[in-house]
């Protein structure tokens, strides 16, 4: 009785490793993958995550009167925190009082027009934008409308990869292979995101309109392709729970997904058949920081803030 007992006293505790083991794998699939180092806030006071219900990633710090606030396109998301760290370091009446957003450029820019609010779930909350980055296009759409004060002021570019779960199961060589009948694909909604546009050029280099049509239309309307509204998030997302077997991105994210340690590995386009964006920034109009704002703007194009960039696929902007 006793090594029955026994028994099953390992078999339940080995039960309870494994469940927990899943849970840990559950919580490394769900973003976000930093662990807590893209808050740059000193004191977190409770701590309340659960991954894939209670979950915010793409917000940082505390937006309640924070001494910067910056509305950043989501496409380098992952290098936030190591720019926010060196930027306090020279700034250090700053430390634990930056915001900063790393969601969709358009839907920051939507944001911004209306006044700063946004809702997350059953949670709104309202933070003036000090700075604006996103693709230099849409920086300078926004300078028109009104909205940015200074100077729109590029400093970085990227390029487009083939994001791909590792082991490339669906054997993705090139961008004609997304074609391919019973291929599962994650893409930007070009009505969201930047990207999404700049992925249509790139299909048109290749296949002309007719594979265009085939990923942004046939494959949607069969299921084969699931439009994204978070690219950064969700396409890595889709991939490692097995939704899809590739999808278009920045080089950058691919090699931040790989660099983590996440099974995700990419496929380059060659340069013939690439897009290519620039990043730019720029103030706000009526910020009530603009000298941190300035500071910030600055920072992203000194040799310091264009090191971390660099190390994630990123290259200065060359006139």
């Known amino acids: 009785m006793m090594k029955k007992h026994r028994a099953m006293g390992l078999a339940g505790l080995l039960a309870m490793v494994l ?15 930093s662990h807590g180092d893209n808050n740059p806030v000193t004191e977190r006071g409770l701590e309340f995550t659960v991954p894939e219900v209670d979950n915010l990633p793409d917000f940082h710090g505390n937006p309640i009167q924070p001494e910067l606030s910056i509305f950043v396109g989501g496409n ?14 020279l700034h250090p009446e700053l430390k634990g009082r930056i915001y900063y957003e790393t969601i969709p450029p358009g839907l920051v820019a939507r944001q911004i027009e209306q006044g ?4 997350v779930g059953n949670m709104t909350w309202t933070v003036q934008a000090d700075v604006y ?11 028109q409308k009104g909205f940015i004060a200074g100077p729109v002021v590029p400093y970085a570019t990227n390029s487009l990869t083939i994001m791909v779960p590792k082991g490339n199961p669906a054997h993705i060589h090139g961008v004609a292979d997304l074609a391919q009948p019973g291929v ?7 009505e969201y995101e930047g990207i999404g ?12 309109e007719s594979l265009d049509r085939v990923i942004y239309g046939d494959k949607v309307k069969s299921g084969q392709t699931f439009m994204t509204r978070i690219h950064h998030r969700q396409t890595p997302m889709a991939l490692m729970t097995g939704k899809a077997q590739a999808g278009i991105t920045w080089i950058s994210e ?66």
């Open 254 to 319: 691919a090699r931040f997904q790989e660099m983590v340690g996440n099974p995700i590995e990419h496929v380059e386009i060659p340069d013939s058949q690439n897009m290519h964006a620039i990043y730019a920034a720029g103030v706000v109009k009526g910020t009530h920081h603009l000298q941190a704002a300035k500071a910030w703007v600055d920072f992203l194009r000194s040799r310091e803030g264009l090191a971390i960039l660099e190390k994630y696929g990123f290259e200065p902007y060359h006139p």
């Open 133 to 143: 980055a996103a693709g230099m296009k849409r920086v300078t759409e926004m300078q």
């Open 116 to 119: 700063g609010t946004v809702t």
């Open 76 to 89: 380098y998301f992952f290098a936030m925190a190591p720019l926010v760290h060196a930027f306090e370091a």
């Open 184 to 190: 599962t694909l994650v893409m930007p909604n070009p």
């Open 197 to 208: 546009r700049q992925i249509k050029v790139s299909l048109q280099k290749v296949g002309g």
């Open 19 to 33: 469940l927990f083991n899943m849970v840990d794998a559950g919580a490394e699939v769900y973003p976000p993958w």
